[in-house]
């Protein structure tokens, strides 16, 4: 599958007007390195390249490319680092992809006010890097942080491990410059936390690039706290250890990040990087404390009584940097050590209230066994974020159908128990058709009038997130494909 | 002035609706009262009085109300307690006023996940009141708190003083049940953190009841820190205040709140109050820190050292709860003990970034002198939100628009040292005209188009935020009358 059918003369067009703005370096347009271009993260349901990519380096140059775009009638989408696992930077049909890893400055440090502008393809890892000799850092972790750029941050509103207490990126962004779908270019928020009107930079943050392009972004950055503690703790039962995360949390505590691992994960670690998690453990959480020195040693204290009070089997605290990095080194790798195991696998992401977490894993251990395929666990489970790995046995005919099928009746199940389809991956093309089982008709109709505001001729991203624009894709109906199929 | 010239008819056939619908003791049509509900707390610039008022008891009961005034093409609008400062609970121009305060149920505790769900109309301390014996609390704390409404608070996006720890109320809300202007009701969010899609819900929380009617909302609910310690920081001038406020924040210490007073705000507390501010002062800077009793202890010494760095003359710590109960009447009294002095005043609402406060406090003081008229000032100096008070002497020809027009200019260089119009107060029927200078023409249509989204029939709270909506009205228009009248 190749583009939308750009007609070759358009397509040719806009290349000569896009090396014209960006230089030719600046272009791609051969078949083979568009290839690179036909997917993000989200290697399941749908592989589409575009019919040109685009490399511009400053905020004009992507206006520019974008009211080329605009008087053709031809569909465009923002990429940074092609991270994203719901195929937000992946086309739908063709088109041109602008892709902003070329802008990667960052504008400016403003200290004093503890805030940093930089351009969109900066990325997430390095504004941290360039402030911790100020004493500073910038909060949200993406399990990506390495590679994913601040950009994209802004279009899935990604969280990470450290979200439980410090929230996710819309909670640290004051500001964006913006390219609307016609070439404008908007700033929206500013450099102080209140701005009057619509708050359009809260609808921006999380739209998954359907309302324009964000080509600068102004955050917030926070001190690095005077100290860490690390903490694995260690449970029979994955229900053993939902219960000690809503014990701290009615503790009053707080901790920076609190993430569970099963026991399916914990093997596949322990296979891959040995960060020292017992094979014998039902579930083990890694639980992080940050501050004042004294208000972590009483937390950690806290938190060690609470788990010890649901059964917990052993406490460890990490006694120096490189046990504490170990510890996160399993986690970090966590997905990618249960994929040398499963050579394919599907990562779903949703959430359910803090209460429902014990609830909604032992119900999908059940739905794993129903369609006989293997689910491991991991959670942000203090935000009650969960993360089923379905393992996809590709030589097994109709593995792959059963995976897309269980990871469906998760989605419906965590929407009934109260919670939502994605906590941090977006819905993008994989989700679109569960939304309506989340909003009702009326809630989507005014949603998608909102998109019509920024892009009223649904050239920016489209196909995107709203489940009646531009035909169905994505895992819902994969699952409905896959139904059939099995029916036929 | 009354109404906006409703059909006599219509009016009949309305309230004759209305009466069917809430009960006839749930409408108000008699002139006389009526006259209560021609302002807000804004009492400046613009009264007029609604056609009807009806207080409805259940969400349906909304629904039922607005759809009527959607079948007639009659605007209406929403009004909590009215305490409002920026007029957004004003009539423009007549209409239905939809008065939520007989809806003030909390309609759900969550304990273990820490919400509670609240009729509109519920008032903003009783809920803090009614979860205080499970440890929790409700975060935002505008003055007002013993009197508006959680519903208007959504409205305005409020905040207080204890919110540069803790954020403003959109920070706090996870979900609101919404009458939409065609009487549709739709939920906004929910119960976990994410929800997919636009977030409808930050684009309607602080949009001034312009997108819809909030009837229920789900609130965040915090525990209750386990000390807490009131600062009391004397200064020779407001500069030496500022850089111990920026020096806090610079040395990684985030207090709950960091409020100054200025020496005319002093004497006009202590000429009523008696909170113990020494009257020969500069400023003072009221530092209050809450968590751990180990970690406050640590960070009151941090406090201490900033404001020491920054030449203050003294610093007292509160030793009792009755101490600092009356530091804490000197600050919230302090609007109400200026206008002891001054009967009437015009209260400001501006922010600038927190290193430009001493600037700003600097130039309003000149602009005082400029348009000769007294000027004090409190601030929530650690988020940079001024809050001049400008005093108005009706006596004297020709002050209330000197007052005006220096509000304008105050409102200016706010703009121009990169801060916002409004940090709590909203835009309302006051400051619609700034908005010009903060926003382009394409912002605002942009916003303006959001607005017609939820409300394509201009019925829900008309003439409020927008410039272009419905005619002039507010401060700069004022100002610009008082310009021409002083110029003719």
New interface residues.
């Given amino acids: 599958m190749n583009g939308n059918g750009l007609a070759p003369d358009t397509r040719t067009h806009l290349i000569r007007a896009f090396e014209r703005i960006v230089g030719p370096e600046g272009v791609i347009s051969s078949p083979d390195e568009l290839r690179v271009y036909d997917c993000d993260a989200l290697t399941f349901f749908h592989r589409c390249p575009p019919d040109v990519v685009v490399l511009p380096t400053s905020t004009s140059q992507v206006a520019e490319i974008v009211r080329r775009c605009y008087e053709f009638g031809v569909p465009f989408l923002p990429r940074g680092a092609g991270t994203g696992l719901s195929g937000g930077a992946t086309p739908r049909a063709g088109g041109v992809m602008i892709v902003l890893t070329r802008m990667t400055r960052i504008l400016d440090l403003?200290l004093?006010?503890?805030m940093a502008t930089v351009e969109a393809g900066c990325v997430n890892l390095w504004l941290t890097k360039a402030v911790e000799c100020h004493?500073l850092f910038y909060a949200p972790d993406p399990a990506s942080q390495a590679a994913c750029t601040i950009g994209g941050n802004v279009a899935e509103?990604a969280?990470g491990p450290h979200c439980l207490k410090y929230g996710?990126t819309?909670?640290h962004v004051l500001g964006a410059t913006v390219v609307?779908p016609d070439g404008?270019v908007?700033?929206?928020g500013?450099?102080?936390?209140?701005?009057?009107?619509?708050?359009?930079l809260?609808?921006f943050?999380?739209?998954e690039g359907t309302l324009g392009i964000c080509t600068e972004v102004t955050v917030r950055l926070l001190?690095?706290p005077?100290a860490v503690k690390t903490i694995l703790a260690i449970f029979r039962t994955i229900e053993d250890a939902c219960s000690a995360v809503?014990g701290v949390?009615?503790r009053?505590i707080i901790p920076v990040a609190m993430e569970m691992l099963d026991r399916e994960t914990i093997t596949a670690v322990e296979a891959n990087v040995k960060a020292g998690y017992p094979l014998d453990a039902g579930a083990v959480l890694l639980i992080e404390l940050d501050?004042?020195r004294?208000?972590i040693e009483?937390?950690a204290v806290g938190v060690e009584a609470v788990c010890r009070e649901q059964g917990c089997l052993d406490v460890r605290v990490a006694q120096t940097e490189e046990e504490r990095a170990l510890l996160w080194k399993g986690r970090k790798e966590a997905a990618g050590s249960f994929g040398r195991i499963a050579h394919h696998y599907y990562l779903q992401d949703a959430?359910?209230?803090?209460?429902k977490l014990a609830q909604v894993l032992r119900e999908i251990e059940e739905i794993g066994a129903r369609y006989r395929v293997k689910i491991a666990n991991v959670a942000h489970a203090g935000?009650?974020?969960v993360h089923p790995m379905i393992c996809v046995d590709r030589d097994v005919p109709g593995c792959e159908e059963r995976a897309i099928q269980a990871g469906s009746e998760i989605m419906r199940r965590c929407i009934e128990l109260?919670?939502?389809?994605?906590?941090?991956h977006?819905?993008g093309l994989e989700?679109r058709e569960y939304?309506r089982l989340?909003?009702?008709p009326?809630?989507?109709a005014?949603?998608h009038?909102?998109?019509?505001?920024?892009d009223p001729a649904g050239l920016c991203n489209p196909g995107k997130?709203?489940p009646d624009e531009d035909g169905p894709a994505g895992a819902e109906h994969s699952a409905r494909h896959a139904s059939a199929v099995s029916a036929g």
Avoid: H
């Fill in positions: 403003d004093a006010n503890r004493g509103n969280g996710v819309t909670n609307l404008e908007v700033r929206l500013g450099k102080v936390s209140d701005s009057p009107g619509c708050d359009l809260g609808v943050t999380g739209a001190p690095q005077e809503s949390i009615a009053g501050g004042p004294g208000e009483a937390e959430v359910v209230p803090r209460t935000d009650g974020n109260g919670g939502t389809v994605t906590g941090e977006g819905i989700k939304l989340m909003y009702s009326a809630d989507l005014v949603m009038r909102v998109r019509g505001v920024f997130i709203f």
